[in-house]
Nanobody, 120 residues
């Protein structure tokens, strides 16, 4: 079973920034593509960004140009730098392996996530 623990969310005004992060085991970090998901009240969980073990990144159109996903090899962490935050970014943010196929391989489960609230 694999469960990542997220931290670094909070309350911020529109236009502000936050940088949540999570830590992974050495095996998970080095082998799998890591992703950030989010789920807003009343909505389905959506993929926000992901980064491969080789550092290749992808972003949802809604966050492209504002968010940056990164990996820290020394700390085995995955971070999501969120700039120019908008109220519609308000959600619980989750860190996990990318994709259902790999979730099954490592018996991944969803953690509690970290709350990001963007409001004036």
């Amino acid at each position: 079973q694999v469960q990542l623990v997220e931290s670094g969310g909070g309350l911020v005004q529109p236009g502000g920034s936050l940088r949540p992060s999570c830590a992974a085991s050495g095996t998970i970090f080095s082998i799998y593509t890591m992703a950030w998901y989010r789920q807003a009240p009343g909505k389905q969980r959506e993929l926000v960004a992901h980064i491969s073990s080789g550092g290749n990144t992808n972003y949802a159109d809604s966050v492209k140009g504002r968010f940056t996903i990164s990996r820290d090899g020394a700390k085995r962490t995955v971070s999501l730098q969120m700039n120019s935050l908008k109220p519609e970014d308000t959600a619980v943010y989750y860190c996990n392996i990318l994709g259902e196929t790999d979730w099954r391989k490592v018996n991944s489960v969803w953690g509690q996530g970290t709350q990001v609230t963007v409001s004036s």
